[in-house]
């Protein structure tokens, strides 16, 4: 008789399975009484051929009535057939039955009319109540029970992630907490959906699986039956490859120290930053003429300018504005700024970044004024420049010329140094300036109060705010000053007169000299000492972080004693950050453990899912690095977001584990069956989410470097967190659950000793 086994090789495969289970328990010693009864379901590989088959059985009934096994066929152990011999010859040893259609009979179709198991009533009576469950109802309630209890403490678990981080302060607070609250509400809007909202459609919408027959299958259908096919073999795969690693608890233990250095060593390797300069579609250009240049000096050097960067295809246009330093922030003739908008990103190769080099070839030929071009901040009102941002501080209280001697050195340095462009310093003592000089003894006998000479004499000079008048419906400010042809030369000082207390008029020259010297056009002050704003730009390739560093520690190898710095703007906030951000990593992983302590009522189960969290942070840092990426604040917010999504591919896999291990499976068996069960909603949530960051890892445009950032971290960490994870969290799980059944079992005997 041919085998109905034959040319069948996806049946053949899972009856031989079956029977390879039966000679395995013959081998560990089982006898037939206590578990060699096999019914296996096997209506999915039947084909036509196989539904026309006659029965070589008379109708045999099964004592009870199963709706859901309509039509259904089943390997079955034969009874009193020793489970060696089914090892050996399953088709001898067993045979297959149908159901009838009154769902309370049954025929024997192949191979030989073996009567099945004495257990059959009782097997076909697991397997309807498990067919029951394709019901969408039941199936809906089935698997909220099974995996309510995790979806709860993801919801939790990823809540208490985000929600630390809302209350961070400063620069960094206002990143990270617009992130983290809108993240935190929408996960608990998720989960009540995932509870109540999701289920209730599931019982409305999904259909029952029909396994009478198969339907004729579309292209969508065969697409599905040969990725399922793919995914078995992996599941088979996995299932092996995790059985040897969990066979050896070293493997577990050598694969945490392993990610825990590299981790470390990831750390020390990538560049570390803040904000990354984006490219705004605006270039900044600052103008220094010589001291004592005039207006118009300042304003032929700014056409000069604006007349070699014109013709760039590029730049839409130019703004300009003669008597105010953009970088320094400060008034004078000798100054000037513009503001180059260009055009946008689609309509050009280069990056501001790359015009800027381009722009300062174009424009060195102008000797008439020092010439900076720069990017505009990334978060406004800190600076007027990107780049870092420091204050040389004289706390010697020494002169000016020495103030500027240390200044120019300690930028010369920084200029020296390749990971630093640009250095520049905004004090300059040689600006010149002419000293009133007072005879306070003479004043005296001329009558002269001198405060109000003094306040007269603004008024000629510089401008005096008077009152306000209105007209027409519009007020106007009434400002006092001498008209310009009495105020040309310096020397026009002495034609002003000042009054004295009889009334009569004393002119300035009887009591006043001037005389001509140099000094700083403006001094700063800055924790109450002298100060001189000190800016630069990172080279390229080098990130802001290895900028700090280098100009730290070439401070201290330059400033002679009595001179410090301090850091300012933007620098100084992403210096203040770094602990704060530590800080506030340590409380997400408290809030993960506290919680998951709770879920567990366990101290030592919440260990696999925060431990396996050093997998997916080497990810982040690894891609960053391939992807010449930053460790900065986005990709900080990106290693946030994953304590909470690998934490819920861990909590999925523990609280399977969980639910095996109090069905009474080992802590091996448990470890295995909720791994692999969970193998599947586990892959398809990450890849779902690392296919929804691909639009940010290739971004560009507004925000590029911030959308790569949070991008590369988010999905470098998810896809080496996952795979490292499938198989280190079950690891972790055996070690750790070996632990605490370990501390229970002394317990019991403890309280046991008490008792007595």
Request: net charge neutral; aromatic share 12%; proline share 4%.
């Amino acid at each position: 008789m041919k085998s109905i086994l034959e040319n069948r090789p996806e049946l053949a495969y899972e009856v031989n399975q079956a029977a390879e289970v039966a000679g395995y328990l013959w081998q560990k010693g089982w006898a037939e009484r206590n578990g060699g009864n096999i019914t296996l379901n096997i209506t999915e590989y039947v084909d036509d051929e196989i539904r026309a088959l006659p029965a070589i059985s008379e109708v045999k009934q099964i004592g009870k009535v199963l709706p859901y096994l309509k039509g259904c066929y089943f390997y079955c152990k034969g009874t009193q057939m020793r489970m060696r011999d089914l090892a050996r010859w399953p088709m001898a040893n067993g045979s297959i039955i149908r159901i009838l259609d009154d769902c309370a009979s049954y025929v024997i179709i192949a191979d030989e009319a073996v009567a099945p198991t004495s257990e059959l009533p009782s097997h076909l009576s697991v397997h309807n109540d498990l067919l029951s469950k394709n019901s969408p109802y039941k199936a809906s309630v089935a698997a909220i029970n099974e995996i309510g209890g995790a979806i709860i403490a993801i919801t939790l678990v990823m809540s208490a992630v985000f929600v630390p981080v809302g209350f961070m302060q400063g620069t960094v607070g206002i990143f990270y907490r617009q992130f983290s609250l809108t993240l935190a509400v929408a996960i608990v809007i998720s989960g009540v959906n995932a509870l109540t909202l999701s289920p209730a459609l599931c019982a409305l919408l999904l259909k029952p699986a029909d396994g009478k027959k198969k339907k004729k299958a579309g292209w969508l259908r065969r697409f599905f039956i040969f990725f399922n096919r793919r995914y078995d073999r992996f599941e088979k795969k996995y299932n092996i490859g995790l059985h040897k690693y969990l066979s050896r608890k070293i493997i577990t233990y050598a694969t945490l120290i392993i990610f825990f250095l590299a981790t470390f060593g990831m750390s020390q390797v990538l560049p570390s930053g803040f904000i990354p300069n984006e490219d705004q579609g605006m270039i900044y250009v600052n103008v220094d003429a010589p001291p004592g240049a005039t207006l118009e000096r300042s304003e032929k050097a700014l056409n000069a300018v604006q007349a070699a960067l014109l013709p760039f295809k590029e730049i839409e246009s130019i703004s300009t504005l003669a008597g105010y330093s953009l970088m320094t922030e400060t008034e004078g003739a000798n100054f000037g700024m513009g503001m180059i908008n260009l055009t946008p990103w689609s309509e050009r190769d280069q990056t501001a970044a790359e015009l800027i080099e381009i722009y300062k070839d174009r424009t060195s030929h102008i000797k008439d004024a020092d010439i900076q071009f720069f990017l505009p901040p990334t978060v406004p009102g800190f600076g007027n420049a990107s780049g870092f941002e420091l204050r040389l501080q004289d706390k010697t209280a020494g002169s000016f010329a020495e103030f500027a001697d240390v200044a120019n050195t300690l930028v010369e340095k920084l200029n020296e140094d390749p990971r630093i462009v640009g250095a520049t310093s905004g004090f300059n003592p040689n600006f010149p300036q002419y000293l009133l000089k007072v005879d306070i003894a003479k004043a005296a006998k001329l009558g002269v109060n001198l405060n109000e000479s003094m306040e007269t004499l603004q008024s000629y000079i510089g401008s005096f705010y008077s009152s306000n008048f209105i007209r027409f419906g519009q007020m106007y400010k009434v400002m006092l000053q001498a008209s310009p042809e009495y105020r040309m030369n310096p020397e026009d000082l002495y034609k002003f007169y000042a009054k004295n207390k009889d009334g009569n008029m004393v002119p300035y020259s009887n009591f006043m000299t001037m005389d001509r010297i140099f000094g700083p056009n403006q001094i700063t002050r800055y924790n109450m000492f002298t100060s001189a704003l000190i800016t630069g730009e990172p080279a390229e390739g080098v990130s802001s972080g290895e900028v700090i560093e280098a100009v730290e520690q070439i401070a201290k190898g330059t400033l002679p004693r009595g001179y410090d710095i301090e850091w300012s703007g933007v620098t100084r906030e992403e210096k203040d950050s770094g602990g704060q951000t530590v800080f506030i990593f340590g409380i997400c992983l408290l809030f993960v453990y506290l919680l998951l302590a709770a879920q567990y009522e366990s101290l030592l189960l919440p260990f696999p899912v925060i431990l396996s969290l050093p997998a997916g942070i080497f990810g982040s840092y690894f891609f960053l690095q391939l992807a010449g990426l930053e460790n900065n604040i986005y990709a900080q917010v990106a290693l946030v977001m994953l304590i909470g999504l690998l934490g819920k591919n861990a909590i999925l896999i523990v609280e399977m584990a969980n639910q095996y291990r109090k069905q009474g499976m080992s802590i091996f068996d448990a470890a295995v069956r909720g791994s692999v069960s969970r193998l599947r909603p586990i892959l398809m949530t990450s890849f779902a989410f690392i296919c929804g960051l691909i639009p940010l890892v290739m971004a560009s445009g507004a925000g590029a470097l911030g959308n790569r950032s949070i991008g590369t971290a988010a999905a470098g960490g998810m896809f080496i967190g996952t795979f490292v994870g499938i198989f280190l969290v079950p690891g972790l799980y055996l070690i750790f659950e070996s632990w605490s059944a370990h501390l229970n079992r002394n317990k019991v005997s403890y309280d046991e000793e008490d008792e007595k």
